[in-house]
Nanobody, 126 residues
Framework: VQLQASGGGLVQTGGSLRLSCAGS????????MAWFRQAPGKEREFVAG????????TSADSVKDRFTISRDNTKNILYLQMNSLKPEDTAVYYC????????????????????WGQGTLVTVSS
C-alpha cells in the first residue's frame, strides 16, 4: 500500500495538530499501522500503533495521554491527534504499515513495518 502523510506544521507549545496518513493501492483494512518520528540527529522512534480493526492501540511513554492514534478503514486513513505539544515533539513524523493476519499483535519496531509514508514535519516552538 502507498502511504501519504500530511498535517504537519508549526505550532506553539501546548498546541494541537492532527496528522493524517492516506493509504492507496491496497486493502488498508488488512494493515496494522503505526506512527514513528525522527528528530534531527536522532534515530527514528516508535510513537503509536494500532491494530487492523482499530480495536487496540499502544503508544510510547513519552506521548501517552497526549497523542491518540486512530483509523477509519472506510476512508483508508490513519490519524494521529497530538495535544499538549512540547518542543521535544519536534520531528518528521512517518506513518508505516504492514499487511498482517487478523490476530497479529501490535508492532513497535521499525522492522515490523514494510510500507512507509514520506513523512510530515512537525515543529513545536517554545
Amino acid at each position: 500500500v502507498q502511504l501519504q502523510a500530511s498535517g504537519g506544521g508549526l505550532v506553539q507549545t501546548g498546541g494541537s495538530l492532527r496528522l493524517s496518513c492516506a493509504g492507496s493501492g491496497g486493502d488498508f483494512s488488512i494493515y496494522r499501522m503505526a506512527w514513528f518520528r525522527q528528530a534531527p540527529g536522532k534515530e527514528r522512534e516508535f510513537v503509536a500503533g494500532i491494530t487492523r480493526r482499530g480495536d487496540s492501540t499502544t503508544s510510547a511513554d513519552s506521548v501517552k495521554d497526549r497523542f491518540t492514534i486512530s483509523r477509519d478503514n472506510t476512508k483508508n486513513i490513519l490519524y494521529l491527534q497530538m495535544n499538549s505539544l512540547k518542543p521535544e515533539d519536534t520531528a518528521v513524523y512517518y506513518c508505516a504499515g504492514k499487511s498482517v493476519i487478523l490476530t497479529a499483535p501490535l508492532g513497535t519496531r521499525r522492522d515490523e513495518y514494510d510500507d512507509w509514508g514520506q513523512g510530515t514535519l512537525v515543529t513545536v516552538s517554545s
